[in-house]
């Protein structure tokens, strides 16, 4: 197999190797730039006029404990005899989202409550154009990773994710959007926002005509209720067209996996606005679900 390769600043791809095996997993983690470095590295090379403290909207809305969930089921499926392929995007979704299809007019606009692939704050046409750049390398590297994994039947992709507890509502990404956050915040506020499942498995388009993967989908909702996990169905989000999740799952409809992890299940504590703290001892609770899944998927 041609193993994809990481690119500095855009994309981290390790390789979990077993000896002698066949299988192979793909975990992407599209939203993998969690660390303030990561941050700091974009917004030392952008001229557009960011708000003040965007660092805040990049803390709150960023995947924490993805990464140590990927990097907890490489260890641990490569020791049953998976090869796992790790690929960690290096470029902050506070800057441009590769998880969005890049819409040329957009607006920074939230559609469906996803956040758009490039926010309204990006006012310099040489940010927008650079960072579509880092986009499209990063998915150069993807979508050749999930053609090797995936182009046999014997090969699955995950695409692992976490969001905020609660269900906050902001309906633009432009200048004012750090204080738009900080009035949702205000605890008095955020305790009304709904809360969210902790376990999110997205599978299908908003009208029912697409489910991905149903057999891994049915599975990974028995196993977390078996753990006493409350995992639900498209509770909190579906897939979308705008998403680049949704064309991967389409290209390969039966096995591509795509699931959400509650931030407040795998931090100790969530901090809204600042660095929070990762527990590798409720990420292997959260994840470990997910590996039996694959593992008995991949044995057959």
Not at 238 to 254: D, K, N, S, W
Not at 259 to 266: H, K, Q, S, T
Not at 284 to 296: D, E, F, W, Y
Request: proline residues 7%; contains cysteine.
């Amino acid at each position: 197999m041609k193993l994809p390769h990481s690119i500095e600043g855009v994309v981290e791809v390790t390789v979990s190797a077993a000896a002698g095996s066949n299988k192979w997993l793909l975990i992407e983690v599209p939203h993998g730039a969690t660390r303030k470095s990561d941050y700091d590295a974009v917004v030392s090379k952008l001229k557009s006029t960011l708000p003040e403290q965007l660092e805040h909207f990049f803390f709150v809305n960023t995947d924490i404990g993805a990464p140590e969930g990927a990097a907890w089921l490489g260890k641990t499926l490569s020791a049953q005899g998976i090869n796992v392929v790790v690929a960690r995007c290096l470029i902050p979704r506070t800057f441009i989202d590769t998880n969005r299809v890049i819409q040329p007019n957009g607006d920074g606009k939230v559609v469906d409550g996803l956040t758009p692939g490039l926010p309204g704050y990006i006012d310099a046409p040489e940010d927008a154009q650079w960072l579509t750049a880092q986009h499209a390398a990063y998915h150069q590297v993807v979508s050749a990773a999930y053609q090797e994994v995936c182009r046999g039947a014997d090969g699955l992709a995950l695409q692992l994710h976490s969001y905020s507890p609660r269900s906050v509502s902001i309906e633009k990404t432009d200048g004012n959007i750090v204080t738009a956050l900080h009035a949702a915040y205000v605890p008095e506020v955020y305790e009304k926002w709904p809360e969210r499942p902790p376990v999110d498995v997205i599978s299908a388009l908003p009208d029912g005509s697409f489910r991905a993967a149903p057999k891994l989908v049915d599975a990974t909702l028995a196993a977390y209720a078996a753990e006493g996990i409350a995992a639900k169905e498209n509770g909190t989000y579906h897939l979308h067209t705008v998403a680049m999740g949704y064309e991967y799952a389409r290209a390969y409809p039966q096995q591509v996996l795509c699931v959400e992890l509650n931030r407040g299940l795998v931090a100790d504590p969530f901090v809204p606005f600042g660095v929070s703290p990762i527990s590798e001892e409720k990420v292997a609770r959260m994840v470990a679900p997910l590996g039996r899944v694959l593992a008995a998927a991949l044995a057959q």
